[in-house]
Each structure stands twice: as C-alpha cells, then as structure tokens.
C-alpha cells in the first residue's frame, strides 16, 4: 500500500429536478377560461421572428395591466415562463410556496438584491424563457413607453442570450380581444462590447425601446387603420 493515499475527487451534488405539478396544473385549468376572455391573438411582424423560442430568451413587453403575466402566457403558451415578482406577493409562506412554483423570481424594487439579478441570469444560462418588464412598473399611458431598466440589457448580455421585445395592444373593454406583437429576437452582445460601458448599455436600452414603438406602429398601422375602414 502507497503511504500517500490517493484523494477520491469530491462528488458534485446534482440539482433536483423541479416538478412542475403546480405550475402545469394551473395553466391547463386556466387555457379555457382565458381563451374565452381574452381571444389572444398574436403577430410576427415578419418572416425573421421565429413561430417557436425553442432556447433560454429574456422577453421584454410593455407594461400596461397586472394582467400582462397572463397576456404573456398566451403568447408564448408552448414554454414554462419565469417571470419577475415583486417582494410583497412572497410575505406569507403559502404566497411564498405558490409563486415558487409558478416560477416567480422575487425581486425587490426598494432594495434591489444582486440574488434576484443571478436568479434571472442562472435559468436563462439553463435555456429558460424569462419574462422582465423593462419599463419597471405599471404604465397606463398607451401612447408612449417609460424609460426602458438597464439590468435587462446587463441580464442579457452576461447570458449571451436574446432579448425579443413584445407589444401588448391596449383594449378599450374588458372583453376587447387581447392582440400581441412579437418582434424580432435582438442581440444584445452584437450591440455592446464584451465589457460593455454605461454609454453602450444606455444605447443598447434604447434600441430595444425604440424596437418597441416600431411595434406600436406595426400595431396601429395594421389594426386601427381596419377599425376605422370598418367604420366608415
């Protein structure tokens, strides 16, 4: 026997894979209820913007309702979402446990958490779709878009993944049918450095933004010119 006994390598402990009972149960029981209600309807504006996002992509829509999650499941209904979730929906353990299972990320607006950043980073790594509104918050203006965050862009590019803006139309009545527009997946990589600066993060935003108001116009051009042919 060797007086140096040899070390045995170190066993790397595998991630349990996660069920996704809860998350499944939800959005079968929930598909006939929102198709009633929402009749989605969803746009490519042309050929380049593929039918399914098979890999890990960060979807970016506007944010206009706190029923947008939903809007975003209708689109993109072929894939298991993660989405942003602010503080306050995990404050009890049975809102906690369920939006754990919905894959929600927590993340605090008041006091961001660099955990919150890496959660986003770590699944889109993985090849998960992850849903961030970039605007930050709720906006009620239907005419314009707020200040686009950074963090989507710093997201992206550590991940090397897409980024793929979103339009959600807004709706007069509640039982006005739901139109999306989905643009075409953008590389945030080819538009930033590989250390990227400020300035290059502050363009990259707004380029996305700007891809954004061409899908409001898509939008406009297309649907209010047919609404008012209709009514003349």
């Not at 929600?104 to 992850?130: P, Q, T, W, Y």
């Not at 807004?170 to 080819?190: F, L, T």
Request: charged share 30%.
């Amino acid at each position: 026997m060797s007086l140096v006994e040899e070390k045995k390598p170190k066993k790397v402990k595998k991630k349990k894979k996660k069920c996704n009972f809860v998350y499944d149960f939800v959005k079968v029981t929930g598909v006939l209820p929102t198709l009633i209600w929402f009749r989605p309807k969803t746009v490519r504006v042309n050929q380049n913007v593929p039918k399914r996002f098979k890999k890990g992509v960060l979807i970016a829509p506007n944010h206009g309702s706190f029923l947008d999650p939903v809007r975003v499941h209708c689109v993109f209904w072929y894939r298991r979402l993660h989405c942003l979730a602010t503080k306050n929906l995990f404050d009890t353990k049975l809102k906690n446990w369920f939006f754990n299972q919905m894959n929600c990320i927590m993340i605090d607006k008041d006091n961001f958490h660099m955990s919150s950043f890496r959660g986003v980073c770590e699944r889109l790594k993985e090849e998960k779709a992850v849903v961030v509104f970039p605007e930050g918050t709720v906006n009620r203006d239907d005419e314009s878009l707020k200040t686009y965050k950074s963090g989507v862009i710093l997201m992206a590019h550590i991940s090397h993944k897409p980024v793929v803006p979103v339009y959600f139309a807004p709706v007069k009545h509640w039982y006005s049918r739901r139109i999306s527009i989905v643009g075409e997946p953008i590389d945030v990589n080819a538009l930033c450095g590989a250390v990227p600066t400020m300035e290059e993060i502050e363009k990259a935003s707004n380029y996305i933004r700007e891809k954004e108001l061409e899908l409001m116009q898509y939008y406009h051009d297309r649907f209010d010119k047919k609404k008012k042919n209709k009514e003349s």
